[in-house]
């Protein structure tokens, strides 16, 4: 039988992905208490967009937020290709997330009716 070598398994390195999160209600959450649910805008660190949302998720409802919807932004590079103005404490944080393979979340927007 031959010996056969398996592949070497190239390592994907790490990017941040800028998130936008939806967030409804649950008891504990912290949000204001006329609030309907909040928007919130996260910096994930991942080697894919859909690992840095699952690990967000994952994180977010460890904090007893309940995740609804995550609309991805994409990546410092991307969105600055896209035209988006990026400022130096949005690039502070993303640049925290990257080091420490985190989820930070920058900004909450709180709903309410």
Do not use: H, W
């Amino acid at each position: 039988m031959e010996d056969v070598e398996k592949p070497v398994k190239e390592k994907r390195p790490q990017q941040v992905y800028s998130l936008v999160v939806e967030v409804g209600r649950k008891a504990g959450d912290g949000l204001p208490e006329k609030a309907t649910g909040a928007a919130l805008l996260c910096y994930a660190s991942g080697v894919d967009e859909a690992e840095a949302v699952r690990e967000t998720v994952a994180i977010l409802k460890e904090a007893d937020l309940s995740p609804l919807e995550v609309q991805g932004l994409g990546t410092l590079e991307e969105r600055r290709a896209a035209g988006d103005e990026i400022g130096e404490d949005e690039v502070v944080l993303m640049e925290r997330a990257l080091a420490e393979n985190s989820v930070i979340v920058a900004q909450m927007t709180p709903f309410f009716d």
